[in-house]
């Protein structure tokens, strides 16, 4: 899916869910996020690495996201986060750092839910990566389409900036050239910041 056919089909859904809504917001977190590794192919006894392109890093996500009144949510995402990891092997004529950037486009539906003084929004839908990973002089694509799912939680005012805190678990449909570097499909993610209603 390219990313004018995303943000073509978030528009769509985005501007009747104003119509009919009463929440209309952007937000940005800092997020913890956690590559998990595919292990299939490294390790110290594999053939191509010693170590996963694998762990955990600092990232942020932002976005735009709409409710209306009888609950349904829409949120359209960016979120990113630059791993490193030192690497040797074949792969890599040596030693070299490996860099895995996975910047996720994501266009997400669900609901929200008021649960005594909370907002709980559970989401699920579609997520274009267009970052990349590269080990010295080599690049390396890493995936282009994924689903993601999660919950972001805020209190229940009508105050115009509150905290917002965000879960994502995504899953990327990755080449077995990822598999090669320890690059696993799964990448969760953490985040707390603020949300500012427009």
Known sequence: ???STLAALMLLVL??????????SVFATGTVSEQLSDDTYVGPQG???????????????????????NGVAVSVE??????????SGRLVGGRSTGEL??????GLIGARVRLASMSVTPLLGVTADVGGA?????TSDVGT???????????????????????RYTYVFRPV???????????????????VRL
């Open 47 to 69: 053939p191509y690495l010693d170590k996963p392109l694998a762990g955990t890093a600092i990232g942020i996500n932002a976005g735009l996201s709409a409710v209306a009144a």
């Open 15 to 24: 501007l009747p869910v104003r119509g009919y809504g009463q929440d209309l």
């Open 1 to 3: 899916m390219s990313l």
């Open 177 to 195: 050239s990822a598999a090669y570097a320890g690059i696993g499909p799964s990448i969760v993610r953490f985040g707390a910041g603020i949300r």
């Open 78 to 87: 960016f979120s990113t986060a630059d791993l490193q990891v030192e690497q």
């Open 134 to 138: 590269t080990r010295g002089n080599l």
């Open 101 to 106: 950037r996975d910047t996720l486009i994501s």
């Open 145 to 167: 389409f994924g689903v993601t799912g999660g919950v972001d939680f805020s209190p229940s005012s009508s105050a115009h900036v509150s905290f917002v805190a965000t879960a």
